[in-house]
């Protein structure tokens, strides 16, 4: 088993994500710096929310986008969870969310079997004819629009619940600075690009040479491409969004098994 011999490896999820990762890294030898760059947050109005949740028939699918999806639209529900209707079926964008919905007690109808993104949720059978159905998108504000913009091609009439906002959090950066400043942090881990984008408003101009500098493990192609104009230099993928997946990537950083470009 390779361990990462006290790798400091920073951990960008939000707060109430992180236990699992950090753990991870502990158990490999590793040293789990918290840094959430994401926290979640209830919207400022539930009135519109409630009236949503409270007429779910009208729907023949409801597209959970990820797990805090899950998560935060039973905070705006008397008893926590949703009244399940014959008529509406739920899909989730990925295994993450899947759970999430088992968790709360809720039927998951589809899931991507390949992936855990838009696309990968678009080209399931149950997406192709799709013509005249009423889908509702759970989801964060401002959130990605592609699963909507190609549900409407194919003739659905679709609508948003943003159920949650994304904040950043007002927490101390020093410890990052200091690391920095003395070269020891070994990795960075970013699950999103808007992570990645507040990664960057956290910490002072002066310090991102060096931050684009340290080896960056993201969970998709997209977000890597955004890192990449951002200005990071090494980049390693993960093959899926799993917090093992991650583990295995990070290791892979550390033990030199990935070959950077000079």
């Excluded at 399940?84 to 969310?97: D, V, W």
């Excluded at 809720?106 to 678009?122: T, Y």
């Excluded at 003739?155 to 020891?184: C, H, T, W």
Aim: with cysteine.
């Amino acid at each position: 088993m390779t361990m990462l011999n006290g790798a400091r490896v920073l951990v960008t999820r939000p707060a109430h994500q992180a236990e699992n990762l950090s753990r991870l890294i502990a158990e490999r030898g590793g040293s789990a710096i918290r840094f959430p760059t994401l926290a979640i947050a209830a919207m400022d109005d539930p009135c519109p929310i409630k009236n949503t949740l409270a007429h779910l028939d009208r729907f023949q699918w409801l597209v959970f986008i990820s797990a805090n999806a899950v998560t935060m639209h039973s905070y705006y529900i008397d008893g926590g969870k949703i009244n399940c209707f014959k008529s509406t079926r739920i899909a989730a964008i990925g295994q993450a969310t899947a759970q999430a919905l088992a968790l709360a007690g809720l039927p998951v109808d589809l899931v991507p079997e390949n992936g855990f993104n838009s696309e990968a949720l678009l080209a399931m059978p149950q997406m192709q004819q799709i013509n005249g159905q009423n889908c509702l998108i759970v989801r964060g504000a401002g959130g990605r629009e592609e699963l909507a913009t190609t549900l409407r091609s194919r003739g659905a009439n679709v609508e948003y619940l943003d159920v949650y906002k994304r904040i950043i959090p007002g927490i101390d950066s020093s410890q990052i600075f200091l690391l920095l400043a003395q070269d020891k942090l070994d990795v960075i881990t970013i699950t999103s690009g808007e992570a990645l984008q507040n990664l960057l408003t956290m910490l002072s101009k002066e310090y991102h040479q060096k931050l684009l500098a340290v080896p960056l493990v993201v969970i998709s192609d997209r977000i890597r491409q955004i890192a990449a104009r951002m200005g990071f230099k090494r980049i390693a993928v993960t093959n899926s969004p799993s917090d093992n997946a991650i583990l295995e990537t990070v290791i892979k950083c550390v033990s030199g098994e990935i070959e950077w470009p000079n």
